[in-house]
């Protein structure tokens, strides 16, 4: 199982990618950087919560694991 811990890391680690990413993207799309910049930051908001609730259910469910 999967601490809440690493849990948190693991999405705290994927968001900044994801930030740095879509702000790039959003300033290529949009050509401001503060346009760019919010859509980004409204994308890494949703997605961290999502990415921290799908990963905490998934620490959950017991299928498809082999105990070793």
């Known amino acids: 199982m999967e ?28 050509g401001s950087a503060l346009t760019g910049g919010a859509m980004a930051l409204a994308n890494a908001t949703l997605g961290f919560l999502s990415y921290l609730i799908y990963e905490r259910v998934w620490a959950n469910i017991s299928w498809g694991r082999v105990d070793v």
Request: charge should be positive; avoid cysteine.
């Open 3 to 30: 601490t809440r811990t690493r849990s948190v890391v693991k999405a705290v680690l994927w968001t900044l990618l994801g930030l740095v990413v879509m702000s790039i993207v959003g300033f290529i799309a949009t």
